[in-house]
């Protein structure tokens, strides 16, 4: 596969983006307390890839110690998308929901491969247990 364009939104549609990605490349899910409790499954792609539509006071931002943002719709308080700037994966990045993209084939998904990452312990370079995998 290659890269496409994919467009996605929260529940209501009031916020909405754009974004540049490869399916094939798969997503991650990380064990930190945002993402496991969100059941988060994500891709990370450049600042660049990433292109927000439509109103951007329809969103209100959480953020943890000023490094990770996660904007969220405040209407139905999905949060589509998080940007964030971690230099041990690579710098500045925005992390795009997969199960926010609209249009988007279930088999196209579901053959997507998945990493895990250990957000928890600040661990970026190694997986989470097995059994931890198994939960997110």
């Not at 209100?60 to 041990?88: A, I, K, L, M, Q």
């Not at 579901?110 to 198994?134: C, I, K, Y």
């Amino acid at each position: 596969m290659a890269i496409q364009t994919y467009r996605g939104s929260c529940h209501c549609g009031a916020v909405a983006f754009e974004v540049d990605l490869d399916l094939a490349e798969g997503g991650c899910k990380c064990n930190c307390s945002m993402c496991r409790k969100a059941r988060s499954w994500s891709v990370r792609v450049r600042p660049d890839a990433f292109r927000p539509l439509g109103n951007p006071g329809a969103t209100t931002d959480y953020t943890r110690n000023g490094v990770v943002h996660w904007p969220f719709c405040s209407t139905c308080g999905v949060r589509p998308y998080y940007r964030s700037d971690v230099p041990e994966t690579g710098g500045p990045f925005v992390s795009v929901q997969l199960a926010c993209l609209d249009g988007v084939d279930d088999a196209l998904l579901a053959a997507s491969p998945v990493r895990f990452l250990d957000g928890r312990h600040d661990d970026w370079s190694n997986p989470p247990s097995a059994a931890e995998q198994t939960f997110l």
